[in-house]
């Protein structure tokens, strides 16, 4: 069975410039997660999703920051113009249904913004 | 925020020996998850838990919802088990939303 993947591996920015990040989670899981991961620190939800969805975005930055997920398989998260604080690893995970669903993640996107 | 909190940060441990992780709740939680972090970045799920125990190889964790906390404990340390440990509570409020402690940095040493 596939895991979580995810693309690209790296991203290169200069402040400004926008980004995208692209996930297909493992199929059949309704479920799927943005996380943001700072060097040293353990992930913080942006958002997540239930098939297409939006369940919970509170903790995504709507200025600069958008996630779809529009026919509630792969989802794509951008930012529109970085900042340096946006520095950080961008994971993706997912899950399925049931009572006993464990959460998987994708490599993760790392992203220096310069 | 502080709704997850681990403890210790850091711990290094001899081949061979034990220790215990820890991680407190201030948010009611109904499962929590283990996971693994390994120098590459990759995370990895170790355990999926509702109130009550479950063992792995090595790795055995429990958590008690009544007292908010859950443990992992590692015998025998193998320098593979070397890593950043996270917990992550499932808040009852919120179905699916998973909320991610600090984490512990492990390192096992020769």
């Known amino acids: 069975e596939a895991g979580v993947t995810q693309s690209p591996r790296y991203a290169v920015l200069q402040e400004g410039q926008a980004v995208s990040f692209w996930c297909d989670p493992i199929s059949g899981h309704d479920t799927l997660y943005w996380y943001q991961q700072p060097r040293d620190q353990g992930p913080q939800l942006l958002v997540y999703?239930?098939?297409?969805?939006?369940?919970?975005n509170s903790q995504l930055p709507s200025d600069r920051f958008s996630a779809v997920r529009p026919k509630g398989t792969n989802s794509t998260l951008k930012i529109q113009s970085a900042k340096q604080g946006d520095t950080a690893t961008y994971l993706c995970?997912?899950?399925?249904?049931?009572?006993?669903?464990?959460?998987?993640f994708g490599h993760g996107t790392k992203l220096s913004v310069l | 925020g502080d709704q997850v909190k681990q403890s210790p940060s850091a711990l290094s441990l001899q081949e061979g020996t034990n220790s215990a992780l820890r991680c407190n709740f201030s948010i009611a939680t109904t499962t929590v998850q283990w996971f693994l972090q390994n120098p590459r970045g990759s995370l990895m799920n170790l355990f999926y838990?509702?109130?009550g125990t479950k063992e792995n190889g090595r790795l055995k964790s429990t958590f008690n919802s009544k007292e908010s906390y859950s443990t992992l404990h590692i015998r025998d340390a193998q320098l593979e088990d070397s890593g950043t440990y996270f917990c992550a509570a499932e808040r009852a409020s919120s179905f699916s939303k998973l909320v991610f402690g600090q984490g512990t940095s492990l390192s096992v040493v020769p």
């Open positions: 999703f239930r098939d297409e969805a939006v369940i919970d």
């Open positions: 995970a997912s899950r399925g249904q049931g009572s006993n669903e464990r959460l998987f």
């Open positions: 838990l509702v109130p």
